[in-house]
């Protein structure tokens, strides 16, 4: 199978655990990288600062610096877990099959009764390859999932990547080393 000859199907039943991977993915990717990193910086130094002002006593400034790294290291993840999980049970797409094609034209994408919609491959900004799916992009926050498993098979999936690599004008393939900053 060449990617200029058949098209490539994948199908598969949205859930959370796609969603989350994606949305990771998506914040791991892009300028915020460094920032990310520089915001961790910050709060070590804060609770540097935060523990030191407790051992010397003074409290009351002490609050701040450990609230803000209590937040950035405790509470931050969850409460964007929740928020992602509060958003998905809303949209119409979440817990539905989703079918789609890539071939030389395009993607096609189609959710049965919902909705359904084919895209040229000019529409698509950015492709990102991550090490579970792939992420197409059609502004830099608007972006379509599509899993690993949603391929019959790797050699599937590889083909759908080599057509967007072929046809998206950025490429990327995203390092698991990020996750590190993540």
Same mark, same amino acid.
């Given at each position: 199978? #060449?990617?200029?000859?058949?098209?490539?199907?994948?199908?598969? #039943?949205?859930?959370?655990?796609?969603?989350?991977?994606?949305?990771?993915?998506?914040?791991?990717?892009?300028?915020?990288?460094?920032?990310?990193?520089?915001?961790?910086?910050?709060?070590?130094?804060?609770?540097?600062i935060g523990g030191k002002a407790v051992f010397a006593g +003074?409290?009351?400034?002490? #609050?701040?610096?450990?609230?803000?790294?209590?937040?950035?290291?405790?509470?931050?993840?969850?409460?964007?877990?929740?928020?992602?999980?509060?958003?998905?049970?809303?949209?119409?797409?979440?817990?539905?099959?989703?079918?789609?094609?890539? +071939?030389?034209?395009?993607?096609?994408?189609?959710?049965? +009764?919902?909705?359904?919609?084919?895209?040229?491959?000019? %529409?698509?900004?950015?492709? %990102?390859? #991550?090490?579970?799916?792939?992420?197409?992009?059609?502004?830099?926050? %608007?972006?379509?999932?599509?899993?690993?498993?949603?391929?019959?098979?790797?050699?599937?999936?590889?083909?759908? %990547?080599?057509?967007?690599?072929a046809k998206v004008g950025k490429f990327r393939n995203l390092?698991?080393?990020?996750?590190?900053?993540?």
């Open positions: 199978m #060449t990617p200029e000859t058949e098209p490539i199907r994948s199908s598969y #039943t949205s859930a959370y655990s796609d969603y989350l991977a994606a949305w990771k993915y998506h914040q791991r990717q892009g300028g915020f990288l460094l920032f990310y990193a520089a915001l961790q910086l910050i709060a070590l130094y804060r609770l540097f +003074d409290s009351d400034s002490a #609050t701040f610096p450990l609230f803000f790294a209590l937040y950035w290291f405790g509470i931050r993840k969850p409460i964007n877990r929740i928020n992602l999980r509060f958003r998905l049970r809303r949209s119409p797409f979440f817990n539905k099959r989703v079918d789609a094609t890539f +071939d030389a034209e395009g993607l096609s994408e189609r959710s049965k +009764d919902l909705a359904e919609g084919s895209y040229k491959w000019p %529409v698509f900004i950015k492709c %990102v390859l #991550t090490p579970k799916g792939l992420l197409l992009y059609q502004t830099s926050w %608007v972006y379509s999932w599509f899993p690993r498993h949603a391929f019959e098979s790797d050699q599937d999936f590889e083909a759908a %990547v080599a057509f967007a690599r390092s698991p080393w990020s996750a590190l900053i993540w």
